[in-house]
């Protein structure tokens, strides 16, 4: 009784057809965009840590007045990574230390 009185009032139901081959979704951009950048900065910051390191392997520990720096050969400004300071002793007098 109930499937007549459905056949009444829908007599055809409508049928919905999926087309899976060349569908497109944009909400796939963000998420590749995300990934994309993702990789980018990985690569970047790996290409900065083998800097780093060859940076410290060719620099010599000093000491200046009880404080402990890694003296660089290389004419780069001053900067400190973890508990070392990288400095170039040619680059600035030692008024300046």
């Known amino acids: 009784m109930l499937y007549q009185t ?7 139901w409508p049928t ?3 087309n899976s081959g060349n569908t497109f979704d944009f909400w796939q951009v963000p998420v590749v965009l995300f990934w994309l950048g993702f990789g980018v900065m990985a ?3 790996c290409v900065q840590l083998a800097s780093l390191y060859s ?6 520990k000093s000491s ?8 660089v050969a ?3 400004p001053p900067f400190s990574f973890g508990a070392s300071i990288y400095f170039s002793a040619q680059r600035h007098p030692e008024a300046d230390w």
Not at 6 to 12: D, G, K
Not at 64 to 71: A, C
């Open 55 to 60: 940076i410290h392997r060719k620099s010599n």
């Open 43 to 45: 690569v970047r910051f």
């Open 6 to 12: 459905m056949a009444y009032y829908s007599p055809e």
């Open 16 to 18: 919905v057809v999926m």
């Open 64 to 71: 200046y007045q009880g404080i402990s720096f890694r003296e």
């Open 74 to 76: 290389q004419d780069l």
